[in-house]
T-cell receptor, first 112, second 116 residues
C-alpha cells in the first residue's frame, strides 16, 4: 500500500540554522500539506499546496517558512532561521482531493 | 473560527470495556469529519470518515462514529476494546465545498490506555 514518507525521522539543529524537511507524497496525490505538533499540544495546520502553489497558510507559517515541490515527487518544508519554539513533530500529508489526507510518520525537529 | 474539542484527554479502560470518545466541532458551514489514530511510535492513520449520507459510519478495527448535526458532534465508539487499541485518537474536521483547501482542524487528542 502506498505511503507518505518523510526524512529525516529526527533532526537536531542549532538556533538560527536553516533546516529542510523532506516528504515524498503518494504518487497520484495532488494536494500536499504540512502540519506540526508541539509536544503536548494539538496538531496544527501550517500550509497547503496545490497546483504548484500555496493554497492556504496559517498564521504560524510566516516568512521563515517556505515550501517547494522541486521535482515530481518531493515536497519540502524549509525553515530559514530556526527558533527554539520551532521544536516540534512535523507531519507531511497528501490527498487525491482536498478531503481525506494520508500522513507521513513525521520528522521530530529539535532546536537547541 | 473553526475549532474541534475532544472532551476526554486521557481514558483508561480494561479490555472488553466499551469506549466512547467525545468530539464536538464549531464551524459555520458543511464539514467533513474524521477520526485519526496514532499508535505508539507510528504515524497518524485514518480510522474513519464522514462526508455525507448515513450519519453512522464504520471504520477499521471495529470502530464506528455517529455524526449528530444538531449537536455538532462526531463521537467515536467501540463496543469492546482490546489492549492493542492503546493509542492516541484525534478528531478532525475540514470544510467541504469548492475552493476549500482541505485544511484539517484537529482536536487536542485523547490518549486511550487499555489495561489487559
Amino acid at each position: 500500500e502506498p505511503e507518505v514518507t518523510q526524512t529525516p525521522s529526527h533532526q537536531v539543529t542549532q538556533m538560527g540554522q536553516e533546516v529542510i524537511l523532506r516528504c515524498v507524497p503518494i504518487s497520484n496525490h495532488l494536494y500536499f500539506y504540512w502540519y506540526r505538533q508541539i509536544l503536548g499540544q494539538k496538531v496544527e495546520f501550517l500550509v497547503s499546496f496545490y497546483n504548484n502553489e500555496i493554497s492556504e497558510k496559517s498564521e504560524i507559517f510566516d516568512d521563515q517558512f517556505s515550501v517547494e515541490r522541486p521535482d515530481g515527487s518531493n515536497f519540502t518544508l524549509k525553515i530559514r532561521s530556526t527558533k527554539l519554539e520551532d521544536s516540534a513533530m512535523y507531519f507531511c500529508a497528501s490527498s487525491v482531493k482536498a478531503y481525506e489526507q494520508y500522513f507521513g510518520p513525521g520528522t521530530r525537529l529539535t532546536v537547541t | 473560527a473553526q475549532s474541534v474539542s475532544q472532551h476526554n484527554h486521557h481514558v483508561i479502560l480494561s479490555e472488553a470495556a466499551s469506549l466512547e470518545l467525545g468530539c464536538n466541532y464549531s464551524y459555520g458551514g458543511t464539514v467533513n469529519l474524521f477520526w485519526y489514530v496514532q499508535y505508539p511510535g507510528q504515524h497518524l492513520q485514518l480510522l474513519l470518515k464522514y462526508f455525507s449520507g448515513d450519519p453512522l459510519v464504520k471504520g477499521i478495527k471495529g470502530f464506528e462514529a455517529e455524526f449528530i448535526k444538531s449537536k455538532f458532534s462526531f463521537n467515536l465508539r467501540k463496543p469492546s476494546v482490546q489492549w492493542s487499541d492503546t493509542a492516541e485518537y484525534f478528531c478532525a474536521v475540514n470544510a467541504r465545498g469548492s475552493g476549500n483547501t482541505g485544511k484539517l482542524i484537529f482536536g487536542q487528542g485523547t490518549t486511550l490506555q487499555v489495561k489487559p
